[in-house]
């Protein structure tokens, strides 16, 4: 490992093995000069010699044009639909709005509901939906699910669906114009800070769904979150809770220039808008898979059911089906039976304190093993010699704090430790058991326990701390003690074929604390690509 001078970073070289899959919560749209032309001019999909100089002038202030007048004409559609929104729940009770809405309420506001939608759509470049496949009554299939959910131009699945029923979160119904279109469609509700909300929800997806007809389909979006459409995420299994049978939806937007996508990682909400609005015509594909009639196990399993049918829709659409999903505000995946994140926290925490300057001689200064030593977001900052508010800040963030905001100094010794790049992965491994590792209550060994579990591999990996303590009762079930010795723990992070492979790729970043800086690169999955000159790439897109 090459050496430098304090606070200077050095690439390390990535973990063997073959590369990891993409990650499926990071788009990068690259756009050469020729199509940011094209795109500013919206002549995406015309020959290149139309390109011709004395044409671009004209062409351009045409594109300048199309996208204003576009967003602004579909805004305008949008607040039309207000008043068929309004009108058919108007004077209705909650009582009432608990059973589908029929009569003229339903024919006069649904009628104008779907076509000033499709008006909608239509200006935003969506000219033409492509439907294949048969859609199944709701009598055959009372659930919808679509896939893969990558944009939030998805809802245009609504339209060939005959606008069925969707789930939505509460907090959307204070949204304006979006909260009258979620009570027009009667939609059910999802409160994030109701305990109780998720159980009524599913209690009313499995009314409506064993209604026999009675309530219009509802249509789920599985994964939860939106994807590049590389991959399918996890499906979680609150459209199949019901053990009715569902119809896939498959949604595709073939066109030769992704502005589509909103993930995670990538262009933001004004970007996608502005430059699916800018292209003369945007192409989207709407094919309804064969009714999926589920098993007596499946029924009896949302989970297996979930997972059933993600492999079948993935399979239909020739990509792979993953385990990715969002915990919190974290991409994670799971590798046996441990969910860890795609891209590791601590690496985020390395960036910020590579800004600094910071020097590595701090990183055990007042950690002493085995006992916590909580610090407030002062004494941290004069601990790690950092003066910026916003790198303390930062920095600071990323540790867990407890009730009086502070945090145990062990974790912050051991994320420096990790960054450092001075240390074996022995001597790392040693080093977070002597910091965590708690004494028998009888005998004179040191265990390490699942809390002090929990945190190390969620400092490490990014992992849940609730995913940890499954698999480090699996790895109590050799011995008679509640705790792991510390050649238990280093048979499991260093030589276990499946969670070894994990330790050595999250905790060989791509830069340390330790050599002069290179320029940042792409990773993928928490492994880092090599260059063509040799160094390794680590910088993500920008999160709008």
């Not at 020959?47 to 007048?69: D, N, S, V």
């Not at 076509?115 to 048969?134: E, K, M, N, T």
């Not at 929800?201 to 509802?218: F, I, L, M, Y």
């Not at 945090?407 to 010794?413: E, I, K, M, P, W």
Request: aromatic fraction near 8%; charged fraction near 20%.
């Amino acid at each position: 490992m090459s050496q430098g001078s304090p606070g200077d970073w050095a690439p390390l070289d990535p973990a063997p093995g073959p590369p990891p899959p993409p990650n499926p919560f990071v788009h990068e749209l690259h756009l050469s000069r020729l199509q940011r032309v094209k795109v500013r001019c919206g002549l995406g999909n015309l020959r290149r010699e139309w390109m011709k100089l004395e044409e671009q002038m004209g062409f351009c202030l045409l594109g300048a044009l199309l996208a204003p007048i576009r967003v602004l004409l579909a805004f305008l559609v949008l607040f039309l639909l207000w008043p068929f929104a309004w009108l058919q729940v108007a004077g209705l009770s909650e009582e009432q709005l608990q059973e589908p809405i029929t009569g003229w309420r339903k024919t006069v506001c649904h009628s104008g509901v779907l076509g000033l939608s499709r008006l909608l759509f239509f200006l935003l470049g969506f000219l033409r939906i492509r439907v294949r496949g048969h859609r199944a009554s709701c009598l055959e299939a009372p659930v919808l699910v679509a896939a893969p959910h990558s944009t939030f131009f998805d809802p245009i699945v609504l339209l060939p669906c005959d606008l069925p029923k969707v789930v939505s979160r509460a907090e959307n119904l204070s949204v304006p114009v979006i909260g009258a279109l979620l009570r027009f469609n009667q939609a059910i509700l999802v409160s994030r800070h109701d305990p109780a909300s998720r159980r009524k929800v599913v209690e009313e997806v499995r009314r409506r769904a064993t209604s026999k007809g009675k309530w219009p389909q509802v249509l789920f979006f599985p994964e939860g979150t939106c994807s590049n459409k590389k991959a399918l995420l996890k499906f979680k299994p609150g459209a199949f809770i019901a053990g009715v049978p569902v119809q896939p939806v498959l949604i595709r937007y073939p066109n030769s220039l992704d502005t589509t996508s909103w993930a995670w990682r990538g262009p933001g909400v004004l970007k996608v808008l502005w430059l699916t609005a800018s292209q003369p015509c945007s192409l989207v594909d709407v094919e309804f898979l064969p009714v999926y009639q589920p098993s007596p196990e499946e029924s009896n399993n949302p989970t297996l059911y979930a997972n059933n049918v993600q492999r079948v829709m993935a399979q239909a659409l020739g990509i792979p089906a993953t385990e990715c999903e969002f915990v919190g505000n974290l991409p994670v995946t799971v590798v046996g039976q441990l969910k860890v994140a795609l891209e590791p926290q601590l690496w985020e925490l390395g960036k910020v304190l590579r800004k600094a300057g910071l020097s590595p001689g701090c990183v055990d200064a007042g950690a002493e093993p085995g006992r916590s030593r909580m610090v407030s977001k002062e004494e941290f900052a004069k601990q790690l010699q950092l003066s910026d508010p916003h790198t303390v800040s930062g920095a600071f963030d990323y540790f867990q704090q407890d009730s009086s905001g502070s945090v145990d100094f062990r974790d912050v010794a051991l994320a420096l430790a990790a960054l450092d790049g001075g240390r074996s992965l022995e001597e790392l491994t040693r080093l977070a058991f002597e910091l965590f590792a708690e004494e028998e209550p009888e005998g004179p060994g040191r265990l390490l326990y699942k809390e002090g579990f929990g945190t190390i591999l969620h400092l490490l990996l990014g992992s849940p701390r609730p995913s940890t303590a499954t698999l480090h009762a699996e790895l109590c079930q050799s011995t008679s003690t509640q705790g792991l010795s510390l050649c238990q723990f280093q048979n499991f992070s260093l030589h276990d074929p499946l969670y070894g492979r994990l330790f050595s790729t999250y905790l060989r970043p791509p830069y340390t604390l330790r050599a002069n800086p290179q320029t940042p690169e792409a990773t993928s999955h928490g492994v880092p690509t090599s260059t063509s000159n040799g160094t390794v790439n680590t910088s993500k897109p920008k999160n709008d």
